[in-house]
């Protein structure tokens, strides 16, 4: 077990460095500008020129590549001393930048941003693995049954349907609807665990419906499929023969051999969305990382771009060696072949 997950380690670090390599080369080298416009993507179009050169200056937009992508690598681990041509600011590790233009440190701002984010993802992950999965065993168990058929439409409803048209659905019936259906007259805000956890979970539970409904229809979907195929292997009719209830076949062999590939599949949909789910924050307007890329994409503000995106990737490469660590605890055999 533990060679298998060193094994993962070694390769999640060398996966890492690659995600920073095309990081870094995607915003420094494809723009194609000249060292003075590469500052303003830092310090906005308002800065002067002679604050422009100084900070490229700064920043070494004027050195090789290379030493760029060492100066802000070795930056994220030490720390680093930046400035916008007027004043300087201490970064300190792991630093992921500046933004000059909100004057705080991106990390910060992630900081900030991640339980935003993960208030959201896990708790419609609770949802859509509740669901989903739940969903698609009886209809699996009971095919070709009433329930096999509308859970199929539905699934279908659930995966047509845009999460925006969904979301703004939401948001219309529960503030704006329908005496009966308007429980958030004052609108949908974020609050705080620490604040109220009451509060937290009721603001919250349109968003976590609204992003489960989508995900859940692809669980259902695939757990059903999934279920279908596994129930019709020779260990199953073994152990219907034997004289097992029905319940007992489905629910201790058919969903254990399932689990496996429900715990990979949920693993790397987890690494995604705490990445940010762009959509869902921008409509509910809370701030978490999707939203705080969205905003530095539409305001240009390059470092808060780059660091969300490494982190992001970060995200996604601890959720792929969490995935395989489970699935080493859940299948002796793959610990058996590394």
């Known amino acids: 077990m533990i060679r298998h997950i060193a094994h993962r380690l070694l390769g999640a670090l060398g996966v890492l460095l690659v995600v920073s390599v095309v990081t870094f080369a995607i915003f420094q080298l494809l723009p194609r500008v000249t060292k003075v416009d590469m500052a303003f993507y830092y310090t906005g179009r308002n800065t002067s020129a002679a604050q422009a050169a100084a900070v490229a200056e700064r920043f070494g937009f004027d050195q090789p590549i290379w030493t760029q992508y060492w100066t802000w690598l070795s930056g994220i681990f030490t720390g680093r001393e930046l400035g916008d041509g007027v004043s300087t600011v201490h970064c300190a590790a792991p630093c992921l930048g500046w933004s000059f233009r909100q004057n705080r440190s991106v990390t910060e701002m992630l900081v900030q941003a991640f339980p935003v984010t993960a208030s959201i993802v896990l708790g419609a992950a609770v949802l859509w693995l509740a ?27 659930g995966v047509s349907i845009p999460e925006f048209f969904s979301g703004m659905l939401v948001i219309y019936a529960l503030t704006a609807g329908p005496g009966w259906l308007r429980w958030y007259s004052g609108g949908i805000n974020y609050v705080p665990f620490t604040d109220d956890p009451l509060r937290w979970a009721a603001n919250l539970l349109p968003v976590w419906i609204c992003l489960a409904f989508l995900i859940a229809a692809v669980y259902t979907r695939w757990t059903r499929a999934a279920m279908l195929e596994t129930m019709s292997e020779d260990f199953i009719t073994t152990a219907t ?8 076949v489905v629910g201790r062999h058919g969903l254990r051999a399932v689990v496996p590939s429900v715990v990979t599949l949920a693993g790397l949909d987890l690494g995604a969305l705490l990445g940010g789910v762009i959509i869902v924050e921008s409509l509910f307007s809370f701030p978490g990382l999707g939203r705080l890329a969205y905003d530095g994409i539409t305001t240009k503000d390059l470092p808060v771009i780059m660091g969300t995106t490494l982190f992001a990737a970060v995200l996604i490469v601890v959720a792929n060696v969490v995935v395989d660590a489970c699935y080493a605890i859940l299948d002796p055999r793959v610990r058996h072949v590394s």
Do not use: P, Q
Request: cysteine-free; overall charge positive; aromatic content about 2%.
């Open 241 to 248: 023969a034997k004289g097992l209830r029905r319940r007992t």
């Open 131 to 157: 669901g989903g999965v739940a969903t698609g065993v009886l209809a699996a168990a009971r095919r070709g049954s009433l329930f096999d058929r509308g859970s199929t439409v539905i699934s279908l409803l």
